[in-house]
T-cell receptor
Framework: RKEVEQDPGPFNVPEGATVAFNCTYS??????FFWYRQDCRKEPKLLMS?????NEDGRFTAQLNRASQYISLLIRDSKLSDSATYLC????????????WGLGTSLAVNP | NAGVTQTPKFQVLKTGQSMTLQCAQD?????MYWYRQDPGMGLRLIYY???????DKGEVPNGYNVSRLNKREFSLRLESAAPSQTSVYFC??????????????FGPGTRLTVL
């Protein structure tokens, strides 16, 4: 099993739709979680940190489910500009420090 | 405030040539990182520097060396380039490596081709 797994997609949705991505992780001791977005041929950019209580930033909501070891990203009212690849990142601090990047989920929002 | 800058943006090398990729950040971050990104492989950490004066190996350090020149600058050197090092290289920085709270901020990348 991969340490971080994402459905590669692509997810094709119309403008205004709600879309959700999940990311599963294998290490139950993982401590920090993030969602990044990456546009084609550009650098990754931090979208949100994911907190245990869940967090929201405008149209974006991130959730963490430790029991089932997954994080989710919900995008409401999709815009054309949301088209990108969404990367899930899991961080284990301490002596066995490790930062693991998922391969990403591709989203295309269509007019 | 430029964030993280990288030079060069593109580079073509022949097998066996050497080069240094430069990275600088102006956010007063303590930690800096070098990644490579290849199709189907995702981002892989080459080296990182948790704080000025320290460097540590990441997941794929072979064939690379790094220098944390000061708090702002972190360079990556390929001593003898190989075709397997053809990739997109990203530099990143963060406030602290212990928690990565606040996330990492990336430079625009260097596209390297080794013939």
């Amino acid at each position: 099993r991969k340490e971080v797994e994402q459905d590669p997609g692509p997810f094709n949705v119309p403008e205004g739709a709600t879309v959700a991505f999940n990311c599963t992780y294998s290490n139950s001791a993982s401590q920090s979680f993030f969602w990044y977005r990456q546009d084609c041929r550009k650098e990754p950019k931090l979208l949100m940190s994911v907190y245990s209580s869940g967090n929201e930033d405008g149209r974006f909501t991130a959730q963490l489910n430790r029991a089932s070891q997954y994080i989710s990203l919900l995008i409401r009212d999709s815009k054309l500009s949301d088209s990108a690849t969404y990367l899930c990142v899991v961080f284990n601090a301490g002596n066995n420090r490790k930062l693991i990047w998922g391969l990403g989920t591709s989203l295309a929002v269509n007019p | 405030n430029a964030g993280v800058t990288q030079t060069p943006k593109f580079q073509v090398l022949k097998t066996g040539q050497s080069m240094t990729l430069q990275c600088a950040q102006d956010m007063n971050h303590n930690s800096m990182y070098w990644y490579r990104q290849d199709p189907g492989m995702g981002l892989r950490l080459i080296y990182y520097s948790a704080s000025e004066g320290t460097t540590d190996k990441g997941e794929v350090p072979n064939g690379y060396n790094v220098s944390r020149l000061n708090k702002r600058e972190f360079s990556l050197r390929l001593e003898s380039a190989a075709p397997s090092q053809t990739s997109v290289y990203f530099c990143a920085s963060s406030e602290a490596d212990t928690t990565l709270a606040g996330g990492q901020f990336f430079g625009p990348g260097t596209r390297l081709t080794v013939l």
